[in-house]
């Protein structure tokens, strides 16, 4: 694997911090935003965001996605309001160290096939769970600029800070 495991699970807890960095920057007025009516809204995407992640470690883990456990993870999820669904979110990272830890070398290139196609558990974590963490919290800020939050810069999307008032 190209990362190892200690930095695919500092790069997820990373993907967390910024999540709940502009979660942060939510007003409960913006909740209910989507750019288009068959799109999430910013509240439908944190609930997706509470379950996704780990939840493909965990299919990753087992070898196969399981529909049912999904859907029960996405009724879970669905049933939460926003201070709930964040404080799922924050556990994020001890569930990654934990799910993550306890794999070898061979786990992660193991191969697998989850959605028909063919790759090593540690690419799928890689380019779908990794990935898909940051894709979906970019969309999480283009939905905050949307919604007027202009001070908001690169270091809120990538490092998960606010950018230093001028003096």
């Given amino acids: 694997m190209v990362l190892t495991k200690s930095e695919l699970i500092g790069s997820l807890k990373h993907e967390v911090h910024i999540l709940l960095h502009l979660s942060s920057k939510l ?10 009516p068959k ?9 997706y965001l509470s379950i996704m992640g780990p939840m493909l470690v965990k299919f990753a883990k087992a070898g196969a996605f ?4 999904w859907t029960v993870e996405q009724g879970a999820a669905a049933a939460r309001d926003f201070d709930q669904t ?3 979110i924050a556990g994020h990272g001890d569930l990654y160290a934990s799910l993550l830890g306890e ?3 061979a786990d992660f290139r193991e191969e697998i096939e989850m959605f028909g196609n063919k790759t090593t ?13 940051a894709a979906y919290r970019t969309q999480l800020f ?9 001070e908001l810069s690169t270091l809120n999307l990538w490092a998960g800070i606010d950018a230093p008032v001028p003096a």
């Fill in 27 to 36: 007003d409960r007025s913006m909740l209910d935003y989507r750019p288009t």
């Fill in 39 to 47: 799109q999430r809204s910013a509240m439908e995407l944190l609930r």
């Fill in 66 to 69: 399981d529909p049912a456990q």
């Fill in 86 to 88: 964040l404080a799922v």
């Fill in 103 to 105: 794999m070898s070398d």
């Fill in 121 to 133: 558990r540690g690419a799928f974590l890689v380019n779908l769970v990794l990935c898909g963490c």
């Fill in 142 to 150: 283009v939905y905050l600029k949307a919604c007027g939050r202009e």
